[in-house]
């Protein structure tokens, strides 16, 4: 069995099967396939086997032809999906498979379930805010004796947040609705509520990286649980509602991504060292309970110290000898 | 012109006012015409107009044309003398000078000035008396030979270097000019003003320019000089780290000192200390801090940062925070955590900062150490070291520790740092 669809901007308007061959496309009303555009002839192309027995689709002399994508085509094998234009109509022509049918269970239902109440939105919405709230309430600083108006900061970040996500979830919707992702502002919504709970996560996985590690793993330790997190964020919002077949692609993208993100880092650190920025360190974490984490001896510190200073002396020793040389 | 005709009248007429006495106005007189044409203005010229010069004053001690000045006049000559040269101006003429000998540490300099017509001063053999009446002569800001008059206090208590403690107001360019004594023989030597202080005026004692006029003569390339200047501040390190580092670390005579209630043996007497406790009521939280410098060297544009030491110990207790909250505190109000400056490579003072940062077991407490280094360019083996220690051991007291060392190696470093850490103990904060 073949169908054959009539698109109009990239949407089907009509379907048609077709389980004899060969089939005809083209104006005249005695055609299998009957296309009322002004630009296709009566009788335009002919949908059958050749002689090793493929499916193709072959221009029976027509006034505009048959195109593949820009070109101008005589025939064209259908071997997969294929897209295609008789004149200005736009068409797809697809095997389709008399299999047994595929079971879908009912929970997958939920996945393609389009249409939620505005109790969704609400919970979804509700998620999200308590996300920021407990990224809030986690750190020190809110906790802080100079911390004077803890409660009127809280709703205000509160407030903040219920403002924020929503205008967030709607830009997101728009972007990805130009894309061309069936999406709906729910999805967005529910999307954005998980990412704002990765930053209490992120919050608490650097905390505890702090004390597993010590502190001179720690940066690196922040670094990559940033990364992480922001990775998973940027796969998170790539994948939204993305039919399955195109996960790969969708990686590949959050991968682009990612990359020219640490190709941005990567430069501004080197710009950094070449300008002399230090790389300053002077967080402390508060303890977890009476434990302080893991600690180095001072000597062993020290030697590192060390291990620095003679790489800046090798530093300025060619310093030196440039300027001798100069 | 007119302001400055104006300025210039209105200063001559305060002189009489502050002087009283007819005497001692005459033998000032008597002192300002003899002493005149013995006194020069040494002028650092360069070769080309992107350099800096610089001006200062300088004086006549031998029949042979030797002249004092101060290290930091002639400092630009040491640095690159292919590219500077010295001059020496007195009475309208202007001759050129040699550098012979130099000692930074105390900011003297020895010049040979030939065809000079000018007689040599006496250098005084004893400390004049304190409260001593004493005259300084120099050359303020280029303007002309100025005299200005003063009282010897005798030797500033603190610092590492003898600075005899004056007070006159001297001048820019009044540097390197001869402190005379009522019989008009050489006390000592003018050498700087203290910072921001409005007639407190410091001086080198007339004993430190001995040993230098005994030393032979410097062969006058760039190595060698440079090698020279590598050596004082070498030995420089080596006296401050048995005067200064070595008391710091073992602790010195065992006494100690307290910050609220956390303490730490005392740094030796020829650090400039102060102490500061700051309530904060609202919030349950009491610091108190405890600081000390000290200088070693004069402050050399041409030598760059070198020669301080400079530690601040600071305690935080809280009443009130919880656990949390306290940390939160000190984030927000994190005392002594001052940033080291970014510093570019390319400038050739100092290297970029090398840094690094641990949770560090010391003593009786866990620190988080965050280190930051400096090399110097010119001067090898000797580095600019930034520590700033927090411990994190108590749930409601906290301590900071700065320690900043400028021009110092790593074994100074790693010496002070060490016992300074291991020396600080917390009692208990509530």
């Known amino acids: 069995m073949i169908a054959i669809r009539l698109l109009r901007d990239g949407a089907v308007v009509r379907e048609a099967i077709v389980d004899r061959l ?32 493929r499916l193709v689709l072959v221009d029976v002399g027509s006034v505009n032809g048959l195109h593949a994508g820009p070109t101008r085509v005589s025939q064209l094998s259908v071997d997969a999906t294929v897209h295609c234009r008789l004149g200005a109509a736009e068409i797809e022509i697809e095997k389709v498979s008399d299999d047994a049918t595929v079971e879908v269970r009912p929970e997958l239902w939920h996945r393609y379930e389009q249409r939620r109440s505005l109790g969704h939105h609400a919970l979804y919405l509700g998620l ?27 709703v205000g970040s509160l407030v903040g947040a219920l403002v924020l996500l929503p205008v967030l979830a709607f830009l997101l919707f728009v972007a990805l609705k130009a894309a ?81 993100w640490a190709g941005g880092q990567l430069a501004t650190a080197m710009g950094q060292r070449r300008m002399g920025v230090p790389q300053n360190d002077y967080a402390v974490r508060p303890p977890l309970g009476g434990f302080t984490g893991r600690a180095t001896d001072l000597d062993r510190y020290l030697e590192r110290v060390r291990a620095r200073s003679s790489e800046a002396a090798a530093a300025v020793e060619e310093v030196r000898r440039s300027q001798d040389g100069g | 012109m007119l302001l400055r005709r104006l300025v210039f009248s209105a200063l001559t007429a305060l002189l009489p006012h502050s002087l009283g006495a007819q005497e001692a106005r005459q033998a000032t007189d008597r002192t300002y015409d003899r002493i005149k044409p013995s006194v020069l203005t040494i002028q650092v010229h360069s070769g ?20 004092v000045t101060n290290y930091h006049v002639v400092g630009a000559f040491v640095d690159e003398p292919g590219r500077y040269s010295v001059r020496a101006r007195t009475g309208g003429l202007e001759h050129p000078a040699r550098l012979l000998t130099f000692d930074l540490v105390n900011d003297l300099a020895v010049l040979q000035v030939d065809g000079l017509k000018a007689p040599p001063l006496a250098l005084a053999r004893d400390v004049p008396p304190l409260g001593s009446a004493i005259v300084s002569f120099g050359n303020p ?12 206090n005798g030797f500033a208590e603190k610092g590492f270097v003898d600075r005899m403690l004056l007070s006159m107001p001297l001048n820019a360019g009044m540097s390197g000019g001869p402190i005379l004594n009522q019989r008009a023989e050489v006390v000592g030597t003018n050498v700087s003003v203290m910072w921001l202080q409005n007639s407190l005026s410091f001086g080198v004692p007339v004993s430190k320019l001995l040993a230098l006029l005994e030393a032979p003569p410097l062969e006058l390339t760039r190595d060698a000089l440079r090698q020279e200047t590598h050596r004082q501040l070498l030995a420089l390190e080596q006296d401050a780290v048995s005067r200064v580092i070595a008391p710091l670390a073992s602790g ?9 209630p956390a303490e730490l043996f005392r740094p030796p007497g020829l650090f400039d200390c102060w102490n500061n406790v700051q309530v904060f009521k609202d919030e349950g939280i009491t610091k108190t801090s405890y600081g000390c410098n000290l200088q070693f060297t004069p402050s050399a544009e041409s030598l760059g940062p070198v020669g301080s030491v400079e530690l601040l110990v600071e305690h935080f207790g809280s009443t009130r925070a919880g656990r949390w909250g306290f940390y939160g505190a000190l984030s927000e109000h994190p005392g002594s955590h001052h940033g080291v400056e970014p510093r570019d490579p390319r400038n050739g003072v100092l290297s970029a900062p090398e840094c690094v940062a641990d949770r560090v077991r010391a003593g009786s407490l866990t620190w988080k150490i965050h280190t930051c280094l400096n090399a110097f360019v010119k001067h090898p083996g000797l580095f600019n070291f930034d520590l700033v220690a927090t411990s994190v051991s108590q749930p409601d007291a906290a301590v900071f520790v700065g320690l900043h060392l400028r021009g110092f190696g790593f074994a100074s470093f790693a010496s002070a740092s060490r016992g300074l850490l291991t020396g600080i103990r917390l009692g208990e904060s509530r």
């Open chain 1, 22 to 53: 060969p089939a005809t496309l083209g104006r005249g009303p005695q055609c299998d396939f009957v296309l009322a555009d002004p630009s296709v002839s009566r009788l335009h192309a002919r949908l059958e086997r050749d002689a090793e027995g």
């Open chain 1, 128 to 154: 999200g805010v308590l996300g920021f709230a407990l990224r809030q309430v986690l750190d020190p600083g809110f906790w802080s004796p100079w911390q004077r108006s803890r409660a009127s900061e809280l």
């Open chain 1, 180 to 260: 061309g992702r069936p999406v709906r502002v729910a999805d967005t919504l529910r999307a954005l509520a998980r990412l704002a709970w990765l930053m209490p996560l992120w919050f608490l996985l650097v905390t505890a990286a702090d004390y597993a590690l010590g502190a001179g793993a720690q940066a690196t330790a922040t670094a990559l649980i940033t990364w992480a997190v922001a990775l998973g964020a940027i796969v998170h919002a790539a994948t939204l509602r993305r039919p399955g077949r195109r996960r790969g692609f969708a990686l590949a993208w959050a991968a682009a991504v990612t990359a020219l």
């Open chain 2, 48 to 67: 080309d107009a992107e350099a800096r010069g610089s001006l200062g004053s300088g004086y006549v001690v031998s029949e042979d044309g030797r002249v």
């Open chain 2, 141 to 152: 800001q280029g303007l002309g030979l100025s005299l200005i008059e003063g009282i010897f």
């Open chain 2, 252 to 260: 010195g005579d065992g006494a100690r000192t307290t910050v609220g």
